[in-house]
Every structure is written in C-alpha cells, then in structure tokens.
C-alpha cells in the first residue's frame, strides 16, 4: 500500500516537472536535502540545502527534459522511510528528433514526508553525450 501511494505521488510531481512546474516536488525537500549526482558531466555534483537544489531542478525543466517514473518501492516507518524510484528521462529537439534518452535510479531517504537524501543513478556516458548536444544550441551551463 506504501508503495502505490507514494508512486501515485511520485507520478504527480514528476508530470508537473515536465509540464515546469517544481512546486511538488520541492514542497517534499526538507530544507537541508542532501543531493548526489554522480558523474563527471555539467549536470554531477553534491548539492546541499532546498534552495540550491531547486536551481538544479529549473535548469533540468528549462532545458525540456521529460520525466517518467517506471516504478516506485517505499518501505519504512514515517520517521524513517526510503524510497527507490526506477524510470526513464528524454529529450526531443525543436524538430521532434529525440536527442536524449537515459534511464534513472532514484534513491532517498525520508523522514515525516520530507526527502532528506537522495542520489540519482543514470548512464553518466548518456549525460555527457547530452552535454555536447547542449553545447551544440547554446544551452550548456556548467553546475557551480
């Protein structure tokens, strides 16, 4: 039952980052969220604290990247839960060509319905490759 529940959250939120809308999701971050994303690409990095991760999550809605979760597993009490969420990411170009694709491993850690820690998991390869294509139109920035 946890599990549904918190996948029918996780589709929510993650329908509205597609569409730019951030608010769900940040609503969840408690505000010292701790934020890996390992890799050596402009999108790598520890972030730390709600604000700055939010910066991170504006640049992924103004660059268009779509995102759809696959499947959600939570477990755990309320004042110690984790969550691992498995799905996809793209990208199309203005023209419709897909010039993006990625599949994503979510993990974190909640505590009362506050993300706390999470680490996303993606083929860092793909990611580099979107880096190029960014560049290529002007819209590559670098994480400070």
């Known amino acids: ?18 569409e730019g809308d951030p608010g769900p999701t940040v609503r969840m971050y408690a505000e010292d969220v701790h934020f890996t994303f390992p890799g050596n690409n402009s999108w790598a990095g520890e972030i730390e604290g709600k604000e700055d991760l939010q910066h991170w999550l504006r640049r992924f809605i103004d660059v268009g990247i779509q995102i759809r979760p ?57 990611a580099t490759a979107l880096d190029g294509y960014l560049e290529s139109v002007g819209k590559l920035e670098r994480q400070p």
Do not use: F
């Open 70 to 126: 696959e499947e959600v597993v939570m477990q755990g009490w309320p004042w110690r839960q984790t969550i691992c969420v498995r799905g996809i990411t793209h990208l199309d170009a203005p023209d419709g060509e897909r010039v993006y694709e990625n599949r994503y491993v979510i993990w974190g850690h909640l505590a009362w319905g506050k993300m706390r820690a999470y680490e996303v998991y993606e083929d860092s390869e793909k």
């Open 1 to 18: 039952m946890l599990s549904w529940l918190a996948s029918k959250l996780i589709a929510h939120n993650m329908r509205k980052m597609s």
